[in-house]
């Protein structure tokens, strides 16, 4: 089983910048995918971006312009660059990540235990 760990949240004024990390404990194949979540006080989990391979990369509209996710497959590490971050920004951020089985990949089976973010 693979775990997921991430890193990097904490608070920040509005305007102000923070680089999430999420490590996988094995390798994630390569043409499987990376996720980021977030879950805002009393809501429910909602979906950021997904990096599939190494350029197939998708952004909820709220994020787009200001968040930037990136892979690197040598360190079995997603990350989520968030730039311009609102004061709606604020969540627990989540990594998820596909498991690769008999060439196949299957989604999002793999979480982390989140990350905090304040922006204020």
């Known amino acids: 089983h693979v775990q997921l760990v991430e890193s990097g949240g904490g608070s920040v004024q509005a305007g102000g910048s923070l680089k999430l990390s999420c490590v996988a404990s094995?390798?994630?194949?390569?043409?499987?995918?990376f996720y980021w979540y977030r879950q805002a006080p009393g809501k429910g989990r909602e979906w950021v971006s997904t990096i599939k391979g190494d350029d197939l990369i998708g952004y909820d509209p709220s994020v787009k312009g200001r968040f930037i996710i990136t892979r690197d497959n040598s360190k079995n590490a997603v990350y989520l660059q968030m730039n311009n971050l609102k004061s709606d920004d604020t969540a627990v951020y989540y990594c998820?990540?596909?498991?690769?089985?008999?060439?196949?990949?299957?989604?999002?089976?793999?979480w982390g235990q989140g990350t905090q973010v304040t922006v204020s």
């Open positions: 094995a390798p994630i194949g390569r043409t499987c995918a």
């Open positions: 998820a990540a596909d498991r690769y089985s008999e060439r196949l990949c299957l989604q999002k089976e793999y």
